[in-house]
């Protein structure tokens, strides 16, 4: 482990320890918030900590890619500008831009990322792309296509627990020295949506006010100045009970309140709410449907076997990625993809 990595932890831990004690229990969302800005601005955690469909395969970049190309094509190859949410190491870009290029289509790269670590790892990939601390920062008025995996899992959720007569925020509190969550001071009705007011005692319900926020700001500036956003992450169809959030660190799962800033804090993206923050900008919604479905309609099965053919002694190595994508036993049921497209765009490919 680098040094300055222990060197987080302890001062992040510290920090929110003398943090609790001197104001009170803090917000789940605040204490994922803080770990995750630790966690990602000073490491590189893909492979190490977990990996991402970009990572095991260059087909998922390549079939993002196609998508757009076709896209874009489509609606008369107009002067786009390509987004990425949370690019990672640059790996889906890097691959998407190639599958791009092959089809005539060379847009001006922009990256939304906040981790400095990520952001050198993005600059080897793809030396042209611009930087932005958020996406209300991008100029200009071209249209644009938005690429996000396994980004809005990362931002900060609320969780309310209910109680016997009233909702209460789930709160991070210290004991001894350890971070433990319990129930806060009940909170008003009317700040759980209506049709989810009656659940039994004990429910838990997340609200993921950022990834809300951004929703809205991704599907605001499509609806003004054309395009399309392809989200891809795992969650859930509708917005239901359960506590989701989870750590992982080398490759495991972790307890989300050991070390905070030392492992990924991430939760089932709610998909409903997410396509409720998008639609409420007139935007088109498309899906979600599962990330096997649509890997399967964008082709990857003949590219699989061009691959294959390109590389028979990589041929089992490839065929077990195209598992690990695809299969619903591993990421094809779990993660979904979900567009949202202008109007007047054209119906996206895939859904
Ligand atoms: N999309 C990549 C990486 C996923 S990990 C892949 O599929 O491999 C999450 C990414 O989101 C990282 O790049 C992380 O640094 C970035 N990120 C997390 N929180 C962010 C925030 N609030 N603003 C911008 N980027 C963020």
Redesign the pocket.
Known sequence: MPPEATLTETSLADRLRRLIASGGPIPVSVYMAEA?AAY?GYRDP?GRDFI????ISQMFGELVGLWIADLWSRAGAPSIRYVE?????G??AADALRAMRAASLAPEVHF????RT?RAAQAQRVPTATWH?RFADIPGDEPLIVV????FD??PIRQFVRGRSAWHERLVRIEGDSFVPAAGPAVPAGAIPASLGDAIEGSILEIAP?SAAVAGDVADAIAVRGGAALVFDYGHVRTGFGDTLQAMAANRYADPWAAPGEQDLTAHVDFQALGEAAGASGVRLFGPTTQGAWLGELGIDVRTEALSRAAPDRAPEIASARDRLVSPRQMGSLFKAMAFVAEGWPHPAGF
């Open positions: 995750n990602y893909l991402t469909a970009p990572e949410l949370g690019p990672g190491r790996t889906l939304v990322e906040t981790s990520l601390d996000a995996n396994e980004f990362a931002l950022t």
